[in-house]
């Protein structure tokens, strides 16, 4: 049975930082690219970034290029998301998804890309 954990979420002011983390399990881990997406509410998902299955590869949303970096620990089963500078509007919960379509490398910011999602982390900044 696979399971991607979030955990990391919080509260942070405008301009802090946080770091997500997402375990994995019951998966072969390192033939998966991975995904962060976000959800605020009222609002639909939407694509955060994405990492190849070995780490070369990482792609951003342009509203979050810069401030976020997607790293992974294929040793550990574990797929990070550092975010600084953040700002009210990165308010959300936070999910991460992993994804083994050939496909993958062109469409990463689609959900359907993704076959196995967790079930997010809380991160709501204040202003």
């Known amino acids: 049975q696979v399971q991607l954990v979030e955990s990391g979420g919080g509260l942070v002011q405008a301009g802090g930082s946080l770091r997500l983390s997402c375990a994995a399990s019951?998966?072969?881990?390192?033939?998966?690219?991975m995904g962060w997406f976000r959800q605020a509410p009222g609002k639909e998902r939407e694509f955060v970034a994405r990492?190849?299955?070995?780490?070369?590869?990482?792609n951003y949303a342009d509203n979050v290029k810069g401030r976020f970096t997607i790293s992974r620990d294929n040793a550990k089963n574990t797929v990070y998301l550092q975010m600084n500078s953040l700002k009210p509007e990165d308010t959300a919960v936070y999910f991460c998804?992993?994804?083994?379509?050939?496909?993958?490398?062109?469409?990463?910011?689609?959900?359907?890309?993704?076959?196995?999602w967790g079930r997010g982390t809380q991160v709501t900044v204040s202003s």
């Open positions: 019951g998966l072969t881990f390192s033939t998966y690219y």
């Open positions: 990492i190849s299955a070995y780490g070369r590869t990482t």
């Open positions: 998804a992993g994804g083994s379509k050939s496909s993958g490398a062109l469409y990463y910011s689609r959900i359907t890309s993704y076959k196995h």
